[in-house]
């Protein structure tokens, strides 16, 4: 009823997509200094290492996303023949994952200093003929790469809302949330300056519980996309409105006795079949792939979809009624 054609975004969103590929040039670009600027400041605190970690970490996103783009649009072939959208949900997972085993390892590895009540000194530098405590350092370090990204973050958030890209809103989240990680680092040196060494520590650690639970989250929503189940939003809040109103628009053909939707998300679009039992043989191929155009239509998310004649319908259907949240979605779309 369909092929598979090359994938272009619509005409609207090509300047979205500039404008997020142009900020995430610029969040790899400032977030690479900013490494460079805690790698300089690190001293021996565990706090310190923690957030330097986690901008490391920070590099991953931006850096799927900046692949993906350019790998998703490529034109199916033999190899290929669905084409390369799951990049998008492949880069999704190594980027989530990278930030689950990171995290632990921080939490592990800080837990372990706890433990064994190790001092981390901070000691004093002399800068123009004046003695300054590093923790003063650390401290201007650990703005620099912290205040920044908050603005980033919410810059980048509107874009993966128009772009339903997940990688791209896993990013934003990330960057909105590193006040904290900024915020953590900085008690646990000032600690260590009354002298309560454990502080660093402990900063170190809730800067991993952090990590830890991003990288949860985001593992299990790529693991959902790849696992061809129900797309969710963007932001993996609820399910997303789509299967609600392509049910909506079948409703509406009168040739049609019965019917089921079966999409999956591949990155950023939808694929998938919609199994419809026709009440007469009449003109059903044509009749078929006109619903396929009428469909696609309703959303430019919807890429690739087939609409199947069947003579009986038996498979597991999605909610009638569906989330609060996606009624309210199909009430404001539909």
């Known amino acids: 009823m369909t092929r598979v054609r090359r994938f272009e975004l619509p005409d609207e969103l090509q300047p979205v997509q500039r404008r997020a590929v142009m900020l995430e040039k ?3 670009a400032y977030m690479l200094s900013a490494i460079v600027v805690l790698a300089l400041t690190l001293g021996q605190s565990q706090a310190m290492k923690a957030a330097w970690i986690e901008d490391l970490l920070s590099l991953l996103p931006p850096a799927a996303f900046l692949i993906a783009s350019r790998v998703r649009d490529r034109d199916p072939n033999p190899k290929f023949p669905w084409g390369y959208h799951r990049s998008v949900s492949i880069a999704y997972l190594i980027a989530a994952f990278a930030l689950l085993v990171m995290g632990l390892y921080v939490f592990g590895d800080s837990a372990f200093k706890l433990a064994t009540a190790e001092h981390p000194p901070i000691g004093v530098i002399e ?12 401290i201007a370090a650990l703005l620099y790469s912290g205040i920044p990204p908050v603005f980033l973050g919410r810059a980048k958030l509107k874009l993966a809302r128009e772009l339903h890209d997940k990688v791209l809103y896993a990013d934003a989240e990330m960057n909105r949330a590193d006040w904290m990680t ?9 600690l260590i300056g009354f002298g309560f060494w ?8 809730f800067i991993s519980v952090d990590i830890v639970r991003d990288g949860w989250s985001n593992i299990r929503a790529a693991a959902h996309d790849l696992m061809d189940a129900r797309p969710r939003r963007f932001d993996s ?16 053909q009168g040739w049609v006795a019965d019917s089921a939707v079966r999409l999956r998300e591949e990155g950023h679009v939808f694929t998938g079949e919609v199994l419809v039992v026709p009440r007469d043989d009449d003109r059903v191929v044509e009749r078929s792939e006109e619903l396929a155009t009428r469909l696609r239509a309703i959303d430019w998310k919807l890429f ?15 909610s009638a009624e569906g989330s609060d949240d996606e009624r309210e979605e199909l009430g404001r779309l539909g």
């Open 237 to 252: 809040g609820g399910f997303h409105p789509v299967v609600g109103l392509v049910e909506r628009e079948l409703e509406r």
């Open 198 to 205: 454990w502080g660093d520590a402990v900063a170190a650690i």
């Open 182 to 190: 900024v915020a953590a680092a900085i008690v646990g040196i000032v």
């Open 127 to 138: 800068l123009f003929g004046e003695q300054i405590w590093v923790g003063w350092v650390m």
């Open 304 to 318: 690739d979809l087939s609409v199947v004649p069947v003579s009986e319908i038996d498979i597991p259907r999605p």
């Open 26 to 28: 610029i969040t790899l």
